[in-house]
């Protein structure tokens, strides 16, 4: 794929896109916990970074991982922006995640998931959501965050106890079928 | 990427229920061919707001130092101001005329050749004893 996209041609560019857009931004939705025009802005920012940089990309890592970590980063510069903001303007706009009404599902549940993964740290959220929603490796999330294998096990623990504390009745639901 | 394995996640039966109910609900909708478009247009506008900036800066970059060496290159040498013509009468005549002008008026070569000529004519018939 890196290979392909060397040359960094249009089509090459339009393929890499298409081949991501989705998952890019439904990671950035399970990150920033359900606000979808905040994800489809970062997703956005992340390809931008990626186009920008494809040509410096020496294939050390797979290009995927290498993807996920801009995004990740886009994520974390959007969430440090936010925090400015509602520091210093009392954003109260983005201050909970918003209920997309695009969103599929029940949006009381997603709601309410949305705010048990608000509640998480960042890391913990970031670690949970590579591998559990993802289904990254331990060790695939450890490259995209650029963290050791043990802190982001850690931090993945600490994600499941708190959700399963938060989300008890989901728990409780899935016990009685 | 490859899927995790429970084994690796190690997972109740419980905790592989909650993962699915919240994957299944927490998900935002699936891009319709318009939001599609809406996205690759928008991305596409931010690729060109940022590329119209390169694209002229380096050639602009370019052109003024071009310009600055052409300008730098077309300025003739300065002279260096020789002694020679530091101490030359005429430099001194340029600077303080009436310092020189009983020099000059003494030299015969001072005068033009026809009133050169008319002053030797005048000197020869000068009838001294």
Not at chain 1, 59 to 88: C, K, P
Not at chain 1, 121 to 129: L, M, Y
Not at chain 2, 94 to 122: K, T, W
């Amino acid at each position: 794929m890196a290979d392909v996209l060397r040359p960094m041609e249009a089509e090459a560019f339009a393929a890499f896109v298409e081949a991501r857009r989705e998952r890019a931004v439904r990671v950035a939705y399970r990150m920033l916990a359900g606000d979808e025009a905040a994800a489809e802005d970062v997703a956005q920012n992340a390809f931008l970074r990626a186009y920008r940089a494809l040509a410096g990309f020496r294939g050390e890592s797979s290009i995927d991982t290498w993807f996920y970590r801009i995004l990740v980063r886009e994520v974390q510069r959007h969430r440090r922006w936010q925090a400015v903001r509602q520091l210093f303007g009392g954003d109260a706009e983005h201050a909970q995640p918003q209920a997309d009404a695009r969103a599929i599902g029940d949006p009381g549940l997603r709601r309410r998931i949305g705010l048990a993964l608000a509640r998480l740290t960042p890391a913990q959220r970031e670690a949970f959501v590579l591998i559990h929603l993802e289904e990254l490796t331990v060790a695939e999330t450890a490259a995209v965050l650029g963290k050791a294998i043990g802190t982001v096990k850690s931090h993945l623990h600490r994600a499941l106890e708190s959700l399963r504390h938060e989300l008890a009745d989901l728990c409780q639901e899935g016990r009685e079928r | 990427m490859k899927r995790t394995g429970d084994s690796e996640r190690d997972l109740t039966p419980e905790d592989r229920q909650l993962i699915e109910r919240i994957d299944a609900a927490f998900r935002p909708a699936a891009m319709s061919a318009a939001r599609r478009v809406a996205f690759r247009a928008a991305l596409d506008e931010r690729i060109e707001r940022r590329n119209p900036a390169r694209r002229w800066l380096a050639p602009a970059l370019a052109t003024t130092a071009a310009a600055a060496a052409a300008l730098w290159f077309s300025q003739p040498e300065p002279a260096a101001p020789s002694l020679a013509a530091a101490e030359s009468s005429e430099l001194y005549a340029f600077i303080d005329p009436d310092a020189v002008s009983g020099e000059l008026s003494e030299s015969p070569s001072y005068l033009p050749d026809d009133y050169l000529a008319l002053a030797l004519l005048i000197e020869s018939d000068d009838p001294t004893p």
